[in-house]
């Protein structure tokens, strides 16, 4: 090993010997008081849709209104009410000619978790997420796939928010 990779090395080296040391983990899969979930309210909603589809994914039985209850008559431990699912689309910004020169994306949604016996877990939650885009009408095609894309993304990030409430419920 030459004097330039050695350099290069060791820094790596006490990077990895010391990060685990200083209680540094990567997120893993999130940890649930409770086994399992029902939907209620929008459950058809994209966001709604992608929670179920990760909360089952981490090993929590999630029931809605297509699977009413469990055969032992289970219905789930806590109730997810999903209030509000909205995508939101506005113009910001026109030219002096009056054409959309900027729009603004938001995504909104609001939801509330309770245990099966009614007490509330965590109260009316809203999260709201916005992303400006440019646009011009002469690549229109483009713009709506990039909309797609920051709506996704948006979702995405959404889901990964509510998933860390839900796993900072303790015990229900």
Sequence with gaps: MGLSSRRHFLPALALVLVL?????????????????????????????RELQEVLREGGV????????????????????TVLTDQRERSV???????QVRELQLRTRFRFRLASAQGVQLLEETELL???????????????EAEEALQYRDMQRDITQQVMRRLAAVQRP
């Design 20 to 48: 685990p040391g200083c209680g540094f983990a990567l997120r893993g899969t999130p940890r649930f008081a409770f086994e399992s979930l029902r939907v209620q309210g929008s459950e058809g909603t994209p966001i709604a």
């Design 61 to 80: 039985r999630v029931f809605d209104s297509r699977l009413p209850a469990s055969p032992e008559g289970e219905t789930g431990q806590v109730v997810l």
């Design 92 to 98: 910001v910004g026109q030219t002096a000619a009056g």
């Design 129 to 143: 997420l916005e992303r400006d885009i440019s646009f011009t009408e002469t690549a229109a095609l483009a713009k």
